[in-house]
């Protein structure tokens, strides 16, 4: 019973989807981002003290996920399938802001890193006595 459990959020943004080919698709798509999220970005500070957006998109795709779990068991009922389709399309636009997060913290790693050039100068490293 407890495995039927872990899945009822899948279950949810498959019943979100009036299509059911592009039910599938989405399901596919889930996994695969999820597989490969923790790939698309090795930050150079992993705490996330120092990645204050992470740290809120981290806490917002768990509300999604629990609200996308709470929406699975529920019945296919008007109220319901627009807040299931509206979870999904946050749970999407969640993992899009990951990406784009892991972006930017690449961007601004690079801004604001000194580089080796400015410590050692246009020339090169100086030698002493040459």
């Known amino acids: 019973m407890s495995s039927i459990l872990t899945l009822v959020w899948v279950y949810a943004i498959l019943r979100s ?16 981002s999820l597989a490969l999220l923790p790939y698309l970005h090795k930050p150079t500070s992993r705490s996330p003290l120092f990645r204050p957006v992470h740290k809120a998109l981290a806490w917002a795709l768990i509300g999604d996920f629990l609200l996308l779990t709470y929406l699975g068991h529920q019945p296919v009922e008007p ?30 790693a690079g801004i604001f890193e000194p580089s080796i050039k400015d410590d050692l100068g246009a020339e090169g490293p100086k030698t002493v006595g040459a």
């Open 79 to 108: 109220p319901f399938v627009a807040l299931g389709q509206l979870a999904t399309a946050l749970f999407f636009g969640l993992l899009l802001a990951f990406c784009f997060a892991a972006w930017l913290d690449q961007w601004l």
């Open 17 to 32: 989807i009036p299509n059911k080919l592009a039910g599938v698709a989405a399901i596919g798509l889930v996994f695969v």
